[in-house]
């Protein structure tokens, strides 16, 4: 557990031979209007609530649950959250959540082989990530939570539904797996990911003017270099078809 900002507190993700994403608290404690970004891996879930708490948050002041997308390594350990604090409501990007609501997996898992696998190594059944979703994202929404403002960008590629949380005032960006520290982005072959949709997302996040990046894995970046994401889109631009 790292605080980032004093209304930005990062848990770090403990990977396995699967990984598991980092989850972001965000919102000033004092507010008692807190968001988590991302839950993680299957199992994954008590641990962050712990560290959570032991910043002396109530989990009660968490309000909702935020997905930057529905991936295993995200959502894997969210029916576990939601039942530690189930007064929270899920927010996720509607192309997302409707799958989610319908109990549509393909994205959960990403491919079919991933699927039989993670079926057998955790003992998920079919039907384990349906959810109700109770507000549907669009991208160009500016949320205010617990003192802060972040507008949710919707940045298709890596997944049909991720989104990017930015926080303008402070120069932070959360881009779930759309881009890494270290010229790394995420992948762009699983079930509804696009490589010229990734491409011309992070052409997009290169507009912004970001300071710190909170990305779903590996290392944060506390001290963005300027031109970072375009430097990063520009690498990868000939393989994003
Ligand atoms: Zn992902
Ligand atoms: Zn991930």
Redesign the pocket.
Known sequence: MKQVTDAVFFIQGQDEFI?D?HMYVIGNPSSKDLSLV?AGLIGKGQYKLNAIQSLGIDLSDIKRVIMT?T?L??IGCLREILDMIPHAALWVHGSEAEDLEKGDERTVYGMDMFQSMCQAQYGIKPGDFAFQVDRKLQGGETLEIGGTRWEVIHIPGHSRGSIGLYCRENRILIP??VVYADYAI?RFDLHGASGAQHKASLFALAELDVEILLP??NRIMEKVPPGYIRETAEQWAPYLA
């Open positions: 990984p994403s991302d997308h991936h390594d995200h779930g797996d995420g779903g894995h």
